[in-house]
């Protein structure tokens, strides 16, 4: 489940060029500062268990939504939705597997960042990259239609997700895996180019509290920015 469809009528942002990559530093986001004092997330270990619960606010401020039509995002986005707290509980494998075969993924959230906020997958109701088509706030986030508010890709308003010095933990996928920042250990970033069809790679991180060499799945800055496929198994 995304957004919603847009229509043709919407004004598309001279940061889209028809033939070549979009530009993220011309690209507006949604105006406002409001607070959610009610976050609240859980990420708990038991039983070779993982557990993440909450109500899927950020603790951090975002936009005002629905857009309102004074915001210069107006014209390129209607978001007509609000955000609402989701309560949510999942249950993921501590170390998991990778899987014979690279799993699908299904529309709505493909794992939770460590503050609670789902991340859904890279593209928007129209199949398109919904980072670049779609308006989002300056953390990256905004609602869809059931008022959950989601991230497309790696927030950069994640704790340590800006840290150049040091790969950082920035949420799990749905198959157990973590999500790390576009930085590695020795604070290069990292592209698509260093990570495999999934968008993730097998290498040294901290991971559930020691320097593990370990599949996982990285957050870059271009399509389809966190994960493309489940390396593991869901519902191991």
Not at 105 to 133: C, E, K, Q, W
Not at 156 to 183: K, M, Q, V, W
Not at 194 to 200: K, N, R
Request: charged letters at 10%.
């Amino acid at each position: 489940m995304t957004l919603f469809t847009p229509s043709s009528g919407l004004s598309a942002g001279s940061w889209i060029h028809a033939n070549g990559p979009w530009d993220s530093t011309l690209k507006i986001s949604v105006q406002g500062s409001v607070a959610s004092p009610t976050a609240n997330v859980s990420i708990i270990e038991a039983a070779g268990r993982r557990i993440i619960s909450g109500n899927t606010l950020p603790g951090h401020n975002t936009g005002t939504f629905p857009i309102a039509a004074s915001d210069p995002a107006f014209q390129f986005d209607h978001n007509p939705n609000s955000i609402a707290a989701r309560t949510v509980s999942v249950n993921l494998p501590l170390d998991p597997a990778v899987a014979a075969q690279p799993g699908c993924m299904s529309p709505g959230p493909t794992g939770y960042a460590t503050n609670g906020v789902a991340i859904f997958n890279g593209f928007d109701a129209g199949l398109r990259d919904a980072v670049a088509h779609e308006i989002q706030d300056t953390c990256g986030g905004h609602p869809e239609i059931s008022g959950t508010y989601h991230y497309h890709s790696g927030s950069d308003c994640l704790p340590g997700a800006t840290n150049p010095t040091s790969s950082t933990l920035i949420g799990y996928a749905l198959d157990g895996f973590g999500i790390y920042s576009r930085y590695d250990t020795n604070g290069a970033e990292l592209t698509n180019n260093d990570l495999d069809v999934c968008h993730g790679r097998t290498s040294p991180v901290l991971w559930n509290g020691s320097i593990q060499n370990v599949y996982h799945y990285v957050a870059t800055r271009a399509f389809p920015y966190t994960i493309s496929c489940f390396r593991g198994t869901l519902g191991a």
